[in-house]
Every structure is written in structure tokens, then in C-alpha cells.
């Protein structure tokens, strides 16, 4: 299958924090891939900044070499670079000062849409909105991009919000989790409400439970200052396995825009119930052959931050009541691996004389990385004339198998890019629902804050803490193997 490429209107970015390393390593490099497609226009301009004093010259030269280091040297011909990188200028702006605000609104041009994207601390959001706006460089259809972390509490949050918005409207605001931007979590949708086949079982008359799991086996090193303050439940949960469960447990908006989309995804974070101290583990990994610890990667020997966290949710309305849903998502795990895993129950009466012994039941496995793809696990009769003997096989699908390896390797980046130049919000995190998921997490976090709890320990290349499995098995349920693709 070929990928259908719409151009997108010319545009103007600008990209603040342009000498960054997400805007290094993902933003151009994402930008790029779109030019290669043809998707990007000639009039299109991408204008960089940063407190760094260079010319454009020499931030051409910068984004060169990233696009050397992070793009394959077959997909990126030298004169198709050439051409990108002729779409590139800079402008050096202090956020916080005066300098560069004219010059950058001289390089805008009138007649275009601007989008600005705020690569930088969140510390700054309010500043540059403010002077993009003071500075009236800022337009009615103007468009402004925050990264994540989108606070660090509901407090902190709001005040991000208000900060924005007294600039900019709600339908500018584009705030990224790029989760969404996975190809796999937006399969979530095209699975759940272009099939007819799942939706009438998607509900606790037959779901027994929904596990959910982000696995990662690299470590926090190189991070570790961000990363204690925030741990697991605030870099991953609050976010992006947020958002995983608002896709699995929404109800069917009635048309696919941005609004009805999300307004069915505020619903789920306000449906969950207060979750019980022991339905939640926090993890610590130990050292391991070829790791340091996590005290060790974060420079901090009495940390109480968890680099793993696992909890039992319910979410409390009338499709999933007495169907719990299960998030897991830690570092240094024994592999780097995402899934939904969707379990059903039993048959109501069964008719074979024969039990089978270990059978886990029909379960919908959604793979978001690696090897995205689906797999139901379905009972069939075992061959041969020995009887009736059941077993359980799985009808597997790899994304890219069907539809292509070239179709599968777009970057989230890529797309959440075009859809801020397309005007497109569906797959951007609205305030009201950011706030929502930190009035969830702030009590839990309070919770053992308060306590003085400390994480668990687990060994690197683990599946996590054994108390994760106990709370699975407290339920007679048990996690499915991290990594496993068997099924
Ligand atoms: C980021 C977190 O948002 O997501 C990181 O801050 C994490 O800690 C990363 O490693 C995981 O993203 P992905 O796309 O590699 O699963």
C-alpha cells in the first residue's frame, strides 16, 4: 500500500528551543520526512529560534548535521537536504527580553498561517505567549504548540492554561502527548468505532479486565534531575496511559471531531473512582551487571521517586462497572514493549467433557510498539482424533505486514506536526481534559507523599516488582509476559 500524501497550505513555523534536542532529534527530522513525502509546500518556512546568537547560515548547518545523525543516510539524498534546508532561517530571540521580537516579526509573512512551537520549559510558555502577543506577532489564526511536562500538578497546570489563555483561544492551544500521535493509538479508534464486530462486546457483560502496559528497558540516566521530580506516575500515567485508557474505555463520540472527541475522553478521567492504596505499586530498580540503580542515575540515595508504577482502576459508569483495567509502565524492564490487552470471559456454560488446562480465554492484544499490530487469542479444537481437546492460537496481524513496512515507520511527531498546520486539534490534549488527569493524580500522589512511602525494589531486565504480580493475582488474573509476542 501507498501512503496518500495531501499537501498541507503554505505555512510559517516557528520553532523556539530550534537548537534542542527533541527539536533535533524529532521536530526536524519529522518535518523533513514530510518534505521527502512531498506533503510540505514550497512556500513553506520554518523559521528557528533559540537564545543562542548564530545566523541562519549556521543553523542550517546545525540541523544538518541532525538530520545526518538521526535519518537513515538512504532516506535522505543530499539534494533533497539541500532543498529542505533551504526552507530554514533563524531568528535569535531572548524569551524573556526584548531582543528579536521585530526581527521576528519581520520574517513573518502576512497572509500566513503561523503556528509556534514551544520546544522549550514550560517555565517559558507564559513569557513567549505574551510576547507574541504584545509584540503582535501573534494573529487571529495563529497557532501555539506546548510539550510536555503540561505541569506538574492541577495547580501548576492551571496556571499554564491561564498563562495561554489569556493570549491565545482553546482552538490555538495544541498541546502535545505524543502517544496520540502513534499510528496504533489512533488504529484504537478506526478498531473500536469503524468495526461492528467489537463494539457490542465492549463492555463488563464481557470484558473481565483491560491490561495496559508501556514497558520501557532503557533507564533514567541522562534525565535523572527531571526525572525524580516527576517519576513514573506524572512522566507516563498522567499522560500517555491516560490517554491509552481514555481510547479503550470512551464512549463512541458521535461524529470525529476534535471537540466530540474529546469531550468523550473527559467523561472516562471524570468516571474513575478513587483508587485504593493497595491497588497501587511503586517500583525502584536495584543495580544491575550493566546498570547502575536508580538512586545512582538520579544522584539521590534516599529518593522516594518511582521509576515503576502498576494500579487497578475502575472506572465507575455503567459500561465498565466490575471491569477493572490494569496500567503498568516502568524503566529498565526486560524490554521495550506497549500493548493493550483486552481479556473476555469465559463462555457462560461450557459443553466440552474436557477442561483445558492453563487456557487464558479470548483476549484482543492491540501492539502499539514494537511491531504494531493485533492479535485475538482464540480457542479452537486441537487436531488430531484423540477426542475433543481444545487449545488456543492466535490470529495475529503485524501492521506492517498488511500494509507495508513504510506505511508503519512515521514518527508521532510527523503527524502532530502536519495536523497543528492542518488545524486539526482531535489528536491534541484539550486543557480541561489535562486538568482533569492531574485532580486524578495529585490525591494519589499526596497520598504516599504523605505516607513517606518507598518504592519497591526490582532487578533491571525484571518484569517489575513482585507485588505487581500480587495485585493481579489478588484478582485471580495474572499480566501478560512483557515482551511476549507470542500471545
Ligand atoms: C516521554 C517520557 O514522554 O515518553 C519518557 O518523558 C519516555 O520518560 C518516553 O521514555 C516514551 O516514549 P516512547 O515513544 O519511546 O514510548
Known amino acids: 500500500m501507498v501512503a496518500r500524501v495531501i499537501p498541507v497550505e503554505p505555512f ?34 520554518i523559521i528557528g529560534s533559540a537564545r543562542s546568537d548564530m545566523d541562519s547560515a549556521e543553523f542550517r548547518d546545525l540541523i544538518k548535521a541532525a538530520l545526518i545523525e538521526f535519518i537513515d543516510e538512504a532516506m535522505r539524498p543530499d539534494d533533497l537536504v539541500t532543498d529542505f534546508l533551504d526552507h530554514l532561517s533563524y531568528v535569535h530571540i531572548d524569551a524573556m527580553g526584548e531582543t528579536g521580537w521585530s526581527e521576528l516579526k ?10 509556534f512551537y514551544l520546544s522549550v520549559s514550560p517555565s517559558l510558555f507564559g513569557a513567549i505567549a505574551e510576547r507574541l502577543s504584545l509584540n503582535g506577532i501573534a494573529t487571529d489564526d495563529s497557532r501555539i504548540v506546548v510539550e510536555k511536562p503540561f505541569g506538574h500538578d492541577l495547580e501548576s497546570a492551571k496556571a499554564l492554561n491561564k498563562d495561554l489563555l489569556k493570549h491565545f483561544d482553546e482552538q490555538q492551544i495544541y498541546r502535545i502527548d505524543h502517544y496520540l500521535g502513534k499510528e496504533t493509538v489512533q488504529n484504537l479508534m478506526a478498531l473500536r468505532f469503524a468495526n461492528s464486530l467489537f463494539e457490542p462486546l465492549w463492555n463488563s457483560t464481557h470484558i473481565d479486565h483491560v491490561q495496559i502496559t508501556v514497558a520501557e528497558s532503557i533507564g533514567v540516566a541522562g534525565r535523572g534531575g527531571y526525572y525524580d521530580q516527576s517519576g513514573a506516575m506524572r512522566d507516563m500515567v498522567q499522560n500517555h496511559l491516560m490517554q491509552l485508557l481514555c481510547l479503550i474505555a470512551m464512549e463512541p463520540p458521535s461524529k470525529f471531531t476534535p471537540n466530540s472527541v474529546r469531550d468523550e475522553k473527559v467523561k472516562v478521567i471524570e468516571a474513575l473512582e478513587p483508587v485504593a492504596t493497595g491497588d497501587i505499586v511503586r517500583g525502584q530498580y536495584r543495580a544491575g551487571r550493566d546498570n547502575q540503580s536508580y538512586f545512582d542515575d538520579v544522584g539521590n540515595t534516599d529518593s522516594r521517586t518511582e521509576s515503576y508504577i502498576a494500579m487497578k482502576l475502575s472506572v465507575g459508569n455503567w459500561r465498565w462497572a466490575g471491569t477493572p483495567f490494569y496500567l503498568r509502565t516502568g524503566k529498565q524492564l526486560r524490554d521495550r ?49 484423540g477426542g ?30 502536519m495536523d497543528v498546520i492542518r488545524g486539526d486539534q482531535t489528536l491534541f490534549m484539550r486543557g480541561d481534559e489535562v486538568e482533569a488527569a492531574w485532580a486524578w493524580a495529585d490525591p494519589l500522589i499526596a497520598a504516599w507523599e504523605e505516607a513517606n512511602q518507598r518504592p519497591v525494589p526490582y532487578d533491571p531486565g525484571s518484569s517489575g516488582p513482585e507485588e505487581a504480580l500480587m495485585l493481579m493475582h489478588q484478582g485471580g488474573r495474572r499480566w501478560r509476559p512483557i515482551g511476549d509476542q507470542a500471545f
Do not use: C, W
Not at 106 to 115: C, I, Q, S, Y
Not at 390 to 406: H, Q, R, Y
Open 12 to 45: 510559517d513555523l516557528v520553532i523556539f528551543g530550534a537548537t534542542g534536542d527533541l527539536a533535533r532529534r524529532k521536530i526536524l527530522p519529522g518535518l523533513f520526512h514530510r518534505f521527502r513525502a512531498g506533503q510540505m509546500p514550497a512556500e513553506a518556512k
Open 388 to 417: 475433543m481437546r481444545l487449545t488456543e492460537v492466535a490470529m495475529d496481524m503485524s501492521f506492517a505486514d498488511a500494509l507495508g513496512e513504510n506505511l508503519m515507520s512515521q514518527d508521532a511527531y510527523e503527524r502532530l506536526i
Open 106 to 115: 519581520k520574517a513573518l509573512r502576512p497572509e500566513t498561517t503561523r503556528t
Open 337 to 385: 514493549a506497549s500493548e493493550i490487552a483486552v481479556v473476555f470471559k469465559d463462555p457462560p456454560h461450557n459443553i466440552f467433557p474436557n477442561k483445558m488446562e492453563g487456557r487464558k480465554g479470548n483476549a484482543l492484544i492491540i501492539r502499539l510498539q514494537p511491531d504494531e499490530g493485533i492479535t485475538l487469542r482464540t480457542t479452537i479444537k486441537e487436531p488430531g482424533p
